[in-house]
């Protein structure tokens, strides 16, 4: 990656509650979803630092977005002819301090939870989570968003449904 971009995007931390997802990531997820949007992840502050969290295999997990920008894949993956893409949508209104303080908490509780697509297979909860079931419970701690279905939602009906709340820019590495 370019040493200045990646400079500029470590200075350039989203806000939080931004959601960041993930496009020609995944063939399998877009196989079943019949999208290109394969993963989504959120970004929170947690102890002054600000983190990406995801639900990936095997576990849920934050990591620190400088430490996320440098070593998230940034190659095309085999047998896709596109590069993986990245849409950042941050909230057109910031988030309250106290509408924070339930998404991260609710988000804390779930770190080391196992992922699985077993809720999205059978549409019901399970012990796993999903990475848009994640995100999708995340959000709807803050009262803003009321989602149908968290286990059978996908990253594309995530995107989807935050279009009226979201502002979306790309981000391409290079």
């Not at 290109?36 to 929170?44: A, C, E, N, S, W």
């Not at 701690?141 to 709340?165: F, I, N, V």
């Amino acid at each position: 990656m370019n040493t200045i971009l990646l400079l500029l995007l470590a200075l350039a931390e989203p806000a939080e509650g931004t959601v960041i997802f993930n496009v020609n990531g995944s063939a399998l997820v877009s196989r079943k979803t019949a999208s290109d949007i394969t993963h989504v992840g959120i970004v929170l502050k947690h102890e002054g630092t600000t983190y990406v969290y995801e639900s990936v295999v095997p576990v849920v997990k934050k990591t620190p977005w400088d430490e996320w920008i440098k070593t998230y894949p940034q190659a095309i993956l085999p047998g896709k002819r596109k590069r993986m893409e990245y849409l950042l949508a941050e909230p057109d209104r910031a988030y309250t301090k106290q509408e924070l303080a339930q998404m991260h908490e609710y988000a804390e509780k779930q770190i080391r939870r196992p992922w699985s697509l077993i809720p999205y297979v059978r549409d019901k909860p399970g012990p796993g989570i999903h990475c848009s079931q994640y995100v999708t419970d995340i959000l709807a701690q803050s009262g803003r968003y009321k989602p149908a279905d968290p286990p059978r939602t996908t990253p594309a009906d995530l995107y989807e449904a935050l279009k009226t709340t979201y502002h979306y820019g790309p981000w391409q590495r290079p």
